[in-house]
């Protein structure tokens, strides 16, 4: 008999083990997604605005694509297709951006990768712990805005843009 009870205890021991991993696993992904997001969301703004104050053309992000590809070899993410994403994503959500306009007032801080508009730093930097801004929005929806990956969020925003006969046509 206390063998059938060690085999349950063994049993529900397993179990309580197992879904503590899986949950930190879900963290896990999450807390990457939230970091890489902000990351792109950086990178995004830096593209942006150097694009406009240096009057960088078409071949910039090229030339930043094959540069970055040589000296971090077997990176991936960073083509020049992927590059135009980037800084799309971040125009696209530019609100979040703690310098622009609509980021004021009293702001939330979440996590590591979202702050306030003092702290952020210079033009020059890409500063990912403080890339991203909770918005002056009580009901802005932000932990499902950290839980959609990037692929999903430049699908959504090349949806949205599409034209409106394009859309229904496809």
């Known amino acids: 008999m206390e063998n059938k009870k060690s085999l349950i205890s063994l049993s529900q021991a397993v179990e309580t083990i197992k879904q503590a991993i899986l949950q930190g696993q879900l963290e896990a992904v999450k807390d990457v997604n939230r970091v890489q997001l902000a990351v792109y969301f950086g990178i995004g703004r830096y593209l ?13 992000m090229d030339k930043i694509s094959q540069q970055i590809h040589k000296e971090l070899p077997g990176l991936r993410g960073f083509s020049k297709s992927n590059l135009y994403e980037i800084r799309k994503f971040y125009e696209e959500w530019k609100m979040l951006d703690p310098i622009f306009p609509v980021a004021t007032g009293k702001l939330q801080q979440k996590d590591s990768a979202v702050t306030t508009a003092k702290s952020y730093t210079t033009e020059n930097q890409i500063d990912i712990h ?5 918005p002056n929005i009580s009901d802005f929806p932000i932990e499902d805005f950290f839980s ?6 430049s699908k959504l925003i090349s949806f949205v843009n599409l034209p409106t006969k394009t859309m229904w046509n496809t």
């Open 48 to 60: 942006s605005r150097n694009t406009k104050r240096f009057d960088w053309g078409t071949g910039v």
């Open 130 to 134: 403080n890339a991203i801004v909770i």
């Open 148 to 153: 959609v990956p990037f692929t999903h969020h």
